[in-house]
Structures are given as structure tokens and as C-alpha cells.
């Protein structure tokens, strides 16, 4: 086989077959293909799309270009949950362990994040001396035991994606369904789940800004999945405004604490509701949705999420304590007020440029190798809808410099005030086999 025909093949239209596509990711991940004619490919696939066929054998020639973690040694049903990325999206931390809280086996994978969105790994690390580097072995016995781990993915997780996706991001590549579909599955098929609930987000705050294509990729990744032999089912949920009132690490473990204690912002708790019962019925530990969020609901207000949530801390390594003195997790110098400078209704609170504020503080990165502030970030008093008097507070900014003038400048220009808005809603649509 020569890579050159196989370009010209994609250039033109028609589809791969399974030893063509086995043949460049092998050869691609052990460079024998190089970065310019992987490049051409990739193009060839952004404009001339793949089939069905195409994408399964992409993602599971990616998924196999590295380790495939078994997990059949973990008793039950494994289900993960996995985001395309947003802001403030603090879903992570309350679902594992309310989830695992009903006796749902959660063996969580997270990631780091970079630009505008957080990642989950970042937030626990704000725990101190949580681990998130796990042995395979301790991973598989902490979740045996107590239902729940989340942990950082393995350096040897499908490194086909991990070089396509860096040759992708300088290639004007990324925004390609079949692309993103095969790159997101093929870690979650490497990272051994049975069932996978993905949260799909669109809005300024996501990947996929338009909705008709945030639900073209949800249903791809949803047949995809089933070709995979994998139980899969997505929700299309909004990211047009950030997620809770939180926005920066220790905050964001502040507001799960909240949240799990009963008392956090209720478009969070909706959001790990929807997504939990979801996972909940997959697990099938209970018969439908409405079964499934009973059983949720007393998970949370009975206490025992919280104690999971401490559980895990302590098993990762970390100090669990902070729950009860979450204002530890709080280490800004300093607390500065951004007051509202008209009257009226919150029509816009632009997601992406909320996340890039939170960033400028210190609490994301730039460039993945920039170091995280834990303590910094926003805290939003004012969602869409919410009315406001001259004055009054729209956030909160936690900072360790007093000198925060861009990141106001910044805040006044994406939180819009008008006469009237309309409210977002919380999921747009709910894709399943
Ligand atoms: N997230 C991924 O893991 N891959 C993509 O291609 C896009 C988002
Ligand atoms: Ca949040």
C-alpha cells in the first residue's frame, strides 16, 4: 500500500476500506507516514466526510494503536461520562461520586484543561495532595471497594489520537465530525467503559458553537458506540452560558461540595440529575429514568454522595478534610466585586469569553505547558434572566493580583444587559440508539 494513493482515494470521494485505514494509523503512529501526507489526509477527510464503516474502523484502529485498559476484573456495569468541554462545568465532580453513591461502578478517565474550558483533572488537583496518577492495579481494587476513581488517562491510551490530534490543531483540521467522533471514542473504547453517557455541549462555550452540528456529532458518536458493541447514549446540552456560578479550580470543588451538600446552583444539580439518571439506567441498577433519579435524589439528600465524594478524596491520596472546610480551597488574595453598571435582565453571558476572564487570572492555560492557579476564578451572582440593579454585583473575582482591569474590561463586554432575555435551556436534545 502507498499512503499517496490512499489520499487520492479520500481526495476523491470514496471510502477507505478496514486494511487501508489499519494501515495508516499503524504506520502513523510509528512514523513511518509522515505529518505532510497525514496532513493531506486529514483535509481530504474534513471536505469529503467518512461513512459509517469508515468512522468504526478509524476509532477502533485508534483505540487499539495503544493500551486498552480491561476493566472486566471490576464487578457490574462500568459507565463513564464524558463531556466535549465546557465552562464551569463542575459535572464531573458531583456526579462520580453521586453515581457511585446508588452502587454504580464509576472508573473515570478525566483530562486537563486548555483555552477557555477547565478540565477535571485540574480541579481534583486543587484537593491537596490528591493523586490522580493511579496504577492500573490500585485503579481496579479502589473501584472494586468503593465504587469510584477518577484519575489522569495513561500516557499509552490510544497515541494515535494524541499525535493526530496535535497535527490537527495546527492543520485547520479539528472541526470535522467524523474526526472528533473517532478521536473522543477511541479514548473512551480504549478506557474500557461498557456504557458511556455523553454529554455533548454546544453554545459559545463549545466546540460544536451550532446546534445542528453539536447533534450530528452526538448521533454519530451514539452509532458509533453500538458498532463498537458499547452502550451508548448522548444528551445535547447547552454551553451558550457557563454552568453553575463557578468558574476556576478550587472554586469549582467548592460549588461540588455545595452541590452535594444540597445547596449549590440548581442548574448544576439539574445537569448531574439528567446526566446521573442516565448512567444510573445504562448500569441498569434501576428500570427507567424516573426510578433512576429517585434514586439519586436520595443518594444526595440522605448525605451519603457527600460521603463517597470524601471517600474518594481519601482513597486518591488526598485530604478529604476540606470538605467540611471548603473555605481552604478559597486562596485569592483577593476578592474584588464587578458591579453592575445599568439596569435590567442578563440577556448574554458569553461562555467562552467567561472561561478566557477565568484564564487570564491564572485559573486555565494558554499553552498546555503553563502551571494552574488553584485559587483564583469567578464566581457568577447573575445568570440569563436574572434581573439587576446599578450596583449590585454580577461577579465575584477572585484574584491573587489587584491589578485585574483586562479581565473586568473583558467580564463587562460578555455579560450583556437588556430589557428582556430569553432563558437557555439546560438540554437540547437526547440522542440514544
Ligand atoms: N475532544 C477530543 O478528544 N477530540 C476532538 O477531536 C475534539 C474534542
Ligand atoms: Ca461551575
Known sequence: MRMVDLIEKKRDGKALSQAEIQYIIANYTNETIPDYQMSALLMAIYYEDMTDEEIIQL??????????????????????????GGVGDTTTLVLAPLVAAVGVPV????????????GTLDKLESIPSFQIEIADEDFIRIVNESKVAVIGQSGDL?????????????TATVSSIPLIASSIMSKKIAAGADAIVLDVTTGEGAFMKDLTQAKRLAETMVRIGKLAKRQVMAVVSDMSQPLGEAV????????????????????????????????????K???NLTEARELLEEALTSGRALEKFKEMITNQGGD????????????????IELPAKEAGVVTKLVANEIGVAAMLLGAGRQTKEDTINYGVGLKLHKKIGDAVAVGESLVTIYADSKEVTEVKERLYKNIVIGASAVEPPLIHDIITE
Open 59 to 84: 476509532t477502533l484502529a485508534m483505540a487499539h494503536s495503544g493500551e486498552v485498559i480491561d476493566l472486566s476484573s471490576i464487578e457490574g456495569i462500568k459507565v463513564d461520562k464524558h463531556s466535549t
Open 107 to 118: 472508573a473515570k478517565m478525566s483530562g486537563r484543561g486548555l483555552g477557555f474550558t477547565g
Open 158 to 170: 490510544a497515541p494515535a489520537d494524541k499525535k493526530l490530534y496535535a497535527l490537527r490543531d495546527v
Open 248 to 283: 476556576g479550580n478550587g472554586l469549582e470543588v467548592v460549588e461540588a461540595i455545595e452541590t452535594l451538600q444540597g445547596h449549590g446552583p440548581a442548574d448544576l444539580l439539574e445537569m448531574c440529575y439528567i446526566l446521573g439518571a442516565q448512567m444510573v439506567v445504562l448500569a
Open 285 to 287: 441498577r434501576a428500570e
Open 320 to 335: 478529604a478534610s476540606v470538605v467540611d472546610q471548603p473555605e481552604r480551597l478559597v486562596t485569592a488574595k483577593y476578592q
